[in-house]
């Protein structure tokens, strides 16, 4: 996992997540699309209850994707990211709250 982060951290520059408010989350990860052998998930992890938690398939177009939050309740959330790119591990996450 550490040299995930590591790794992550040579890219942290053009891995962006931010909530826009209105139910979407927007990932960009322009670096890592330009990548055709990436592969990954998104998980939406509620801290308080994992039982509300959701897993999504990463899939960038143009660098970017956008995660609908309906449904989830509001509060705090952590939006964790892992992907493979030739054939190596990648990982992030952020807290992001809900409103």
Known sequence: HIES??????????IQIRYDG???VSL???????NESVTG??????????????QLQLQLKNGKQIVYTDGLVQGLWEIQISW?????DYY?????VLR
């Open 5 to 14: 982060l590591r790794r992550t951290a040579e890219l942290a520059n053009n």
């Open 22 to 24: 209105d139910n979407v």
């Open 28 to 34: 960009s990860m322009d670096e890592v699309d330009n």
């Open 41 to 54: 998930n998104i998980l939406l992890y509620r801290p308080s209850d994992h039982n509300m938690d959701r």
């Open 84 to 88: 493979k790119m030739d054939g190596q």
């Open 92 to 96: 992030t996450s952020q807290k992001l």
